[in-house]
């Protein structure tokens, strides 16, 4: 009997393992586009969502899209600046972008109309490759260089 039963247990573990990554692979094939806004960026490089917003960087500046209508995304305005910007992050209200071997930083606390406030440069004009935050510190990773930390 307990053999018997040890066998069940047994099957059914195995159908179940055997079954369930089926049905986690179905799930994820069931993605369908929702909305889109075609523009003609200078090649879009990072996005970054806050709330209803997403801030696109592009190589000819940020780009602020609502997207609070997934179905009808709107570009609301942004902020021209022309150079190689990689990243985006945002923090309490702030974003901060990678341009080529400096760091930008942008208020967006008023979404619509984003304010660059300050800007970090790299020692050398070294490019910068990654950045980070934590706390008040900007973490920056830098080629050649090694890492920075600059705090607030």
Known sequence: MI???????FLSILLLSLFTPLV??????NISAVGS?????LEPEDICIVGDYAFVVAQDGLHVMDISDPETPSELGGLDFYGYESKV?????????????????????TPVHPVLISTIQSEDHHTVTDISISGNA?????PYSGFWLEEK
């Open 89 to 109: 992050v945002e923090k309490h209200g702030y974003l901060y972008v990678i341009e080529f071997y400096r760091v930008l930083i942008i208020d967006i606390h």
């Open 3 to 9: 053999h018997f039963r040890l066998s069940i247990l």
């Open 138 to 142: 900007l973490y920056m990773a830098v």
């Open 24 to 29: 986690s692979a179905q799930d994820s094939l």
């Open 37 to 41: 806004l075609y523009d003609f960026w």
